[in-house]
């Protein structure tokens, strides 16, 4: 076979990987989000919503708002830690372990690490998104599922991302900011953090830090 045949058939290699793994991803997040509407215990919901109102600065009696109520399933899916210290994510992975396949896990592994962080959406072709992220101005290429009904416009947003293949996985909802000031806002937290705690990671300060910044403007 010929170089140029041989570069074909990875491309188009690499595009089944794609397809295939944005559907597995969209699958376990699903199972993922059933499974903790249907285990998380009431003093669990009570303690999340108590500690997302207070992060929020959210009054008791305030009513969420639609993309509140998003990105509170989303924060207590992936980023809120149990009593226990786990996720309810982890413990999905952890008490399905049996039923999930290998592939499964090692995707799932990538769902532990995923955060909400902004970036900037530079421009859309078709069904792929180019954007930037804050941390070192890192270039992105996100393919924008059609399951996925939001749409992403230019600008600012917060986001959560799963790398698949070719292209990164938007999951759950997306929050549209204004200017960049509340990504500059939070790079400064982190820069100040890393002072104080030198082996903290951008992810890691995202995952308990981010709800800080999302709603400030």
């Not at 207070?54 to 708002?65: C, F, I, M, N, Q």
């Not at 400064?188 to 800080?212: G, H, M, Q």
């Amino acid at each position: 076979m010929d170089m140029d045949g041989s570069i074909l058939d990875l491309q188009s290699f690499r595009k089944a990987k794609q397809v295939q793994g944005e559907k597995n991803a969209l699958r376990l997040y699903t199972l993922s989000m059933d499974y903790t509407e249907r285990t998380a215990n009431i003093r669990e919901k009570v303690r999340a919503k108590h500690l997302f109102r207070k992060t929020l600065g959210l009054a008791p009696e305030d009513a969420y708002s639609p993309i509140q109520q998003e990105v509170f399933q989303n924060w207590f899916l992936f980023d809120y830690k149990t009593i226990q210290g786990s996720t309810m994510f982890s413990l999905f992975l952890k008490n399905n372990a049996r039923q999930l396949s290998e592939s499964d896990l090692i995707q799932g592994a990538l769902f532990l690490t995923s955060a909400m962080e902004p970036i900037r959406i530079l421009g859309k072709n078709r069904n792929v998104i180019s954007a930037l992220g804050v941390e070192n101005s890192t270039p992105l290429l996100l393919r924008h599922h059609e399951e996925l009904q939001q749409e992403l416009s230019m600008g600012w947003h917060f986001i959560r991302r799963i790398p698949i293949q070719l292209y990164d996985l938007p999951i759950g909802p997306f929050i549209s900011i204004q200017s960049n000031e509340a990504a500059n806002s939070l790079m400064e937290a982190f820069s100040e953090a890393k002072i104080k705690f030198p082996d903290l990671t951008w992810r890691a300060f995202l995952k308990s830090n981010v709800l800080y910044f999302i709603f400030r403007e």
